[in-house]
């Protein structure tokens, strides 16, 4: 199986901070990484597919870059409605598999 | 696009439960769909997969215990959950790509 890592497993930053979290498979998974992010209470909300694009109505203050193994989830600026959990998943090869997550909290 | 799971609740060890989900805003039948879960505080492991030609795939986890299937004529998507253990205890969500339900909340314990 495919084991993805989320780095760092915490995040303290504060409004208007760039931020960047990173996720690294064990093995190879060409373009096929997902980005979600998931707030107390909800379902997990598609931010990024497939590496760098951006799921409709999500701001481009979003994106993704990363390629093979390593993969990253950049936030411009973050805003008071950005903090939560931040979900990798690869796609590539069953069985799929989710990163533990990033949690984002106020500095 | 919406997906509305339903079918959950509390069961004891051992026993079977059978999740559904209604879909609407999409032709259903032209699409893969996902079970996915989330054990209280943890974090999402993917659970099944089926394809629009209803082929399946498991997680090794509920492989031969957990069953996902479909009716494109009711826009449905089920999994159905036999010999369940405690460590199926979880929220379990329903998904396209892209789109997710609200999930059903599935409780294992005597």
């Known amino acids: 199986d495919i084991q993805m890592t989320q780095s760092p497993s915490v995040l303290s930053a504060s409004v208007g901070d760039r931020v960047t979290l990173n996720c690294k498979a064990s093995q190879n998974i060409n373009k096929y990484l997902n980005w979600y992010q998931q707030k107390l209470g909800e379902a997990p909300k598609l931010l990024i597919y497939n590496t760098n694009n951006l799921q409709t109505g999500i701001p481009s203050r979003f994106s993704g870059s990363g390629s093979g193994t390593d993969f990253t989830l950049t936030i411009s600026s973050l805003q008071p409605e950005d903090f939560a959990t931040y979900f990798c998943f690869q796609h590539n090869s069953w069985p799929l598999t989710f990163g533990s997550g990033t949690k984002l909290e106020i500095k | 696009v919406q997906l509305v799971e339903s079918g959950g609740g509390l069961v004891q060890p051992g026993k079977s439960l059978k999740l559904s989900c209604s879909a609407s805003g999409f032709t259903f039948s032209s699409y893969g769909m996902h079970w996915i879960r989330q054990a209280p505080g943890k974090g999402l492991d993917w659970v099944a997969y089926?394809?629009?030609?209803?082929?399946?795939v498991y997680a090794d986890a509920v492989k031969g215990r957990f069953t996902i299937s479909r009716d494109n004529a009711k826009n449905t998507l089920y999994l159905q959950l036999n010999s369940l253990k405690s460590e199926d205890t979880a929220i379990y969500y329903c998904?396209?790509?892209?789109?997710w339900g609200q999930g059903v909340m599935v409780t294992v314990s005597s």
């Open positions: 089926i394809s629009s030609s209803s082929g399946t």
């Open positions: 998904a396209r790509t892209g789109y």
